[in-house]
T-cell receptor, first 109, second 115 residues
């Protein structure tokens, strides 16, 4: 079956770096998405990877390894506003999104 | 403002009530979606509309009935719901459905509680 695994919860310190991992098993692959969702708010798009490697966007970077079925989201210089849930989703051969349950990131001062 | 507006934001209903959730987007997108989000569970796709035609129905119980009168509006009609239907219902839109890196723009959701 198709499956996405990501940690349920992570805690990090303001100013530090955190890496949120995501492993996926899908029937075919057409890319991997990361979304951020603050409590009570809409999920918002962060990144899309379809080729192996690292994509950097300011303090956030996303990495993909297709051969390992693995991605991570790297957040640098953490700020209190980065406290949110981070959703990983892989797109299968039918262009259907397979979602993870999300990782709740708690930032402490 | 995310570009996708959902109303109401909160809804409490009894199992015998009939209510509707509304979603509106003015992004010029051609595809609209209903998702169910339950605590600590992955997003569940319920319905997909592309150019006002339903293209996906993931075996959703008939007590949920979608309606897409035009490309900017999407409704979810609710009838005879069960307590396990309590969840956050998210509407989303994208430029197209299907092939390509279709980035979803989500609304903030309608929090539904069924008593």
């Amino acid at each position: 079956g198709q499956n996405i695994d990501q940690p349920t919860e992570m805690t990090a310190t303001e100013g530090a770096i955190v890496q949120i991992n995501c492993t996926y098993q899908t029937s075919g692959f057409n890319g991997l998405f990361w979304y951020q969702q603050h409590a009570g708010e809409a999920p918002t798009f962060l990144s899309y990877n379809v080729l192996d490697g690292l994509e950097e966007k300011g303090r956030f970077s996303s990495f993909l390894s297709r051969s390992k079925g693995y991605s991570y989201l790297l957040l640098k210089e953490l700020q209190m506003k980065d406290s949110a849930s981070y959703l990983c989703a892989a797109m299968d051969s039918n262009y259907q999104l397979i979602w993870g349950a999300g990782t709740k990131l708690i930032i402490k001062p | 403002e995310t570009g996708v507006t959902q109303t109401p934001r909160h809804l409490v209903m009894g199992m015998t009530n009939k209510k509707s959730l509304k979603c509106e987007q003015h992004l010029g997108h051609n595809a609209m979606y209903w998702y169910k989000q339950s605590a600590k569970k992955p997003l569940e796709l319920m319905f997909v509309y592309s150019l006002e035609e339903r293209v996906e129905n993931n075996s959703v119980p008939s007590r949920f009935s979608p309606e897409c009168p035009n490309s900017s509006h999407l409704f979810l009609h609710l009838h005879t719901l069960q307590p396990e239907d309590s969840a956050l219902y998210l509407c989303a839109s994208s430029q197209d459905s299907g092939a390509g890196a279709n980035v979803l723009t989500f609304g903030a959701g309608s929090r539904l509680t069924v008593l």
